[in-house]
């Protein structure tokens, strides 16, 4: 069984931090490229970050500077380290594990940018 289990989310003030955590089980976990979406209300689903199995890394411009994402395999989890935050980052943040045609989501955490 397969599970994405997203957390770290919360309330943060504009120009704060926040990390999150996606923990992952059921797959090989090392094998996979991990993605951070996010989706605000009215809005896209909006790719955030990736990370391949060799490390590389990609960003939206949005996030750009901001954003950092990265892994430890051995603790089967991704992260998403936000700084500066915006309230045009709140959103609903969902952790995605992809190989080849194997695709599998989280059922988000909720980030909420607010003075």
């Known amino acids: 069984q397969v599970q994405l289990v997203e957390s770290g989310g919360g309330l943060v003030q504009p120009g704060g931090s926040l990390r999150l955590s996606c923990a992952a089980s059921g797959i090989t976990f090392s094998s996979y490229t991990m993605r951070w979406y996010r989706q605000a209300p009215g809005k896209e689903r909006e790719l955030v970050a990736s990370?391949?199995?060799?490390?590389?890394?990609w960003y939206a411009d949005s996030v750009k500077g901001r954003f950092t994402i990265s892994r430890d395999n051995a603790k089967n989890t991704v992260y998403l380290r936000m700084n500066t935050l915006k309230p045009e980052d709140t959103a609903m943040y969902s952790c995605?594990?992809?190989?080849?045609?194997?695709?599998?989501w989280g059922q988000g955490t909720q980030v909420t940018v607010s003075s």
């Open positions: 995605n594990a992809q190989y080849n045609f194997l695709k599998y």
């Open positions: 990370i391949v199995p060799g490390g590389s890394t």
